[in-house]
């Protein structure tokens, strides 16, 4: 059994900068692809940024390209997602989730079989 753990929210203003972890226990990081994805109060969880298992493909939606970045440490089983120039509309709860696929939607959440809990990030204005 996969089992994820997130860290590194929190509240900051705009313009910050944040970087969230993902902890990944229960497989070998190498064969996962990871996927952030984050929710809004309101509104439908959406996929924000992944990183394949093999070639370690990276994606980003458009609304953070350019500010956020996913990286991976296969030897600590962590998964980074570096946040900089962090905007109010980037408060959320963000979530981390793992798929044993390669060619995935990677922005789809059923693509995805397992989830953490969830850490929150707060940016005020």
């Known amino acids: 059994q996969v089992q994820l753990v997130e860290s590194g929210g929190g509240v900051v203003q705009s313009g910050d900068s944040l970087r969230l972890s993902c902890v990944v226990s229960?497989?070998?990081?190498?064969?996962?692809?990871i996927g952030w994805f984050r929710q809004a109060a309101g509104k439908e969880r959406e996929g924000i940024s992944a990183?394949?298992?093999?070639?370690?493909?990276?994606y980003y939606v458009n609304s953070v390209k350019g500010r956020f970045t996913i990286s991976r440490d296969n030897a600590k089983n962590t998964v980074y997602l570096q946040m900089n120039n962090l905007k109010p509309e980037d408060t959320a709860v963000y979530y981390c989730?793992?798929?044993?696929?390669?060619?995935?939607?990677?922005?789809?959440?059923?693509?995805?079989?397992?989830w953490g809990q969830g850490t929150q990030v707060t940016v005020s204005s």
């Open positions: 989730a793992a798929s044993h696929s390669e060619r995935l939607q990677w922005g789809a959440k059923d693509e995805y079989e397992f």
């Open positions: 229960g497989w070998s990081l190498d064969k996962l692809t």
């Open positions: 990183i394949t298992s093999i070639y370690e493909t990276t």
